[in-house]
């Protein structure tokens, strides 16, 4: 099946700080991509819905100003977590693909200290 | 969108089918169900979807029910590496876009 990358796999930063973490389409174009955020022994929860050269569509109770999302090409989303608290620590998860499938990158595991 | 309900749990044991139920009683006449699977701290895999006929390829088989309103995800013999949290999701679709919503899903433990 098709290929979805993340960078970085784990990341750990200060309370404050601002961290970007990359969701790309290795081997076809996706003009949508999703981001999921996961808790410890929780399902995946949609975030938002990012849209190639257009704004991001967020869930409800989503802060579109502290989850900045770009998706400026048809192969890469962004997903930058600004500010970052310790209780945004969590397992970022991105998906991309068409009307019938969707293929999920690996994950990123954030901590913030 | 359909809802799913599933067992929070289930073991099995190694080399044994394991069955995993879905009921999804308030299905739409053009919904699939989905499965997929996410062993820890890794990002979820796809299993295998299905409409109406049973479905299956070299991971599982999908058997549905007639009325469609449950559905049972079969791993034929299943090994150490299936332990996993399996995910039964009815596909939502917003202006063409599948968008998978997830559940609590099954925590399946598969033991020597």
């Known amino acids: 099946g098709a290929v979805v990358s993340q960078h970085p796999s784990r990341v750990i930063c200060k309370s404050g700080t601002s961290v970007k973490i990359e969701c790309r389409s290795l081997d076809f174009q996706a003009t949508t991509m999703f981001w999921y955020r996961q808790f410890p022994k929780k399902s995946l929860m949609l975030m938002a819905t990012s849209n190639e050269g257009s704004k991001a569509t967020y869930e409800q109770g989503v802060e579109k100003d502290k989850f900045l999302i770009n998706h400026a090409s048809l192969t890469l989303s962004t997903l930058t977590v600004t500010s970052a608290h310790p209780e945004d620590s969590s397992f970022y998860i991105c998906?991309?693909?068409?009307?019938?499938?969707?293929?999920f990158g690996p994950g990123t595991r954030l901590t913030v200290t | 969108d359909a809802k799913t309900t599933q067992p929070p749990s289930m073991d099995c044991a190694e080399g044994r089918a394991a069955n995993l139920p879905c009921n999804h009683s308030t299905i739409s006449g053009n919904e699939y169900v989905y499965w997929y699977r996410q062993i820890h701290s890794q990002g979820p895999q796809y299993i295998i979807h299905g409409l109406k006929n049973n479905e299956t390829n070299e991971m599982a088989s999908l058997i549905i029910t007639e009325d469609r309103k449950s559905s049972t995800l079969i791993l034929p013999h299943a090994t150490l590496r299936d332990t996993a949290v399996y995910y039964c999701i009815v596909r939502y679709s917003s202006g063409g876009s599948y968008i998978p919503t997830f559940g609590r899903g099954t925590s399946l433990i598969v033991h020597p």
């Open positions: 998906s991309a693909g068409s009307s019938y499938e969707q293929y």
